[in-house]
């Protein structure tokens, strides 16, 4: 996107990527400043995007054009969208509707992910295993990934402001998130205890960061030296590779300062949480928190459920949702609510335990 001299948008102007995007080429520069998308010789496609006034865009070409200006570090969110260019791509954004949403994401719902598990020793053809149905939160994301093209064209003037998504037409599954996939207290300390002898020097650094944070794995693996102000108060660590795309700042207890420092501070450009194996590349956790896991009998859990732990914790100390999203990073209210009802359990502690309830 460019701005021209007065400061405003300048539609006209291509969006040029690296990236392969949804139809596998790359969008080049286009001089031409023709209105339509015109191939190349060298197989390349240019996407100019104008004002609506000029053609109605189909959703390929807004796909196309989002994921050039795309900054963020979502893994799964190029093939969300190569989903619905593969089965709505050609269609204009104005021509799709709620039925046309609700049709695909029905479809998806109902299909099992199939997973390469390779090739028949006797035929040579490849051998897919059935990994079950999408759970209800999956399909909300295909929805709701789909709302943010409609947003961005929206946004950029590609759609009338009166025009509503067709996503917004459709009702949302609910999700059931009875189980509670965060860790109680007794398990935080035989974690942390045992992480103390773990093989890994740094395990109990990255426990006690990760529940004192919040933080996702991939924002503290990606940590280096200079990522740490360590000297500040209260002191920070600076997460720059966040799966939102946002630089997001995390408040540091003194007890996770003193751990880094016991375990060695990294110099500027080094990785606090490096691999011996492959110096200059992160610690490849999973397998190692999984070992933890099972010494502490506590097979059932994942690594994600540090982040989780955080969350709970934040509801039950009666923390609003915009204060348990500014810590865990979420950019809007819905993630945070998923701990709505510990916040709840909270304040039934509070009123049981309060004269309250002996009136009368």
């Not at 969008?27 to 104008?50: I, Q």
């Not at 093209?149 to 009702?171: D, E, N």
């Not at 939102?244 to 700042?249: A, E, L, Q, W």
Request: proline share 6%.
């Amino acid at each position: 996107m460019l701005e021209n001299q007065s400061g405003a948008v300048d539609f006209g102007a291509t969006l040029q990527s690296t990236a392969f995007l949804s139809r596998g080429v790359p969008v080049r520069p286009d001089a031409s400043a023709k209105p339509a998308a015109a191939p190349r010789a060298n197989g390349a496609r240019v996407v100019t995007l104008r004002p609506r006034e000029t053609r109605s865009y189909t959703l390929s070409d807004t796909v196309d054009a989002y994921l050039a200006a795309y900054t963020g570090r979502d893994p799964a969110l190029q093939s969300t969208l190569a989903m619905w260019v593969e089965r709505m791509g050609d269609m204009n954004l104005e021509q799709i509707t709620g039925d046309h949403v609700a049709a695909v994401l029905e479809e998806m719902a109902a299909s099992p992910i199939l997973r390469y598990s390779g090739r028949h020793p006797d035929t040579g053809e490849p051998v897919y295993r059935s990994q079950g149905l999408r759970a209800p939160a999956t399909i909300n994301r295909y929805k709701s990934v789909l709302g943010t093209i409609y947003g961005y064209a929206k946004k950029r003037k590609l759609l009338p402001q009166s025009f509503m998504s067709p996503t917004r037409m459709v009702a949302s599954l609910e999700v059931d998130n009875v189980r509670d996939r965060s860790f109680s207290e007794d398990e935080q300390r035989a974690l942390l205890a045992q992480a103390k002898i773990a093989p890994w020097e740094k395990m109990y650094l990255y426990v006690l960061m990760a529940l004192a944070t919040g933080a996702r794995r991939g924002e503290l693996l990606q940590l280096r030296g200079s990522d740490l102000d360590l000297k500040r108060m209260p002191a920070t660590a600076t997460a720059r590779l966040t799966k939102n795309g946002d630089v997001k700042t995390m408040v540091l207890s003194q007890q996770v300062v003193d751990e880094i420092r016991r375990s060695g501070a990294p110099q500027p450009g080094a990785l606090l949480f490096e691999s011996k194996k492959k110096p200059g590349q992160p610690f490849t956790i999973n397998k190692p928190f999984q070992r933890l896991l099972a010494a502490c009998g506590l097979e059932g859990h994942r690594l994600h459920d540090l982040r989780h732990t955080t969350g709970t914790v934040l509801a039950r100390s009666g923390k609003k949702d915009h204060e348990i999203s500014a810590i865990l990073g979420h950019r809007g209210l819905e993630m945070a609510r998923r701990y709505a009802h510990h916040n709840v359990d909270s304040k039934a502690d509070v009123i049981q335990s309060s004269p309250l309830v002996r009136l009368g």
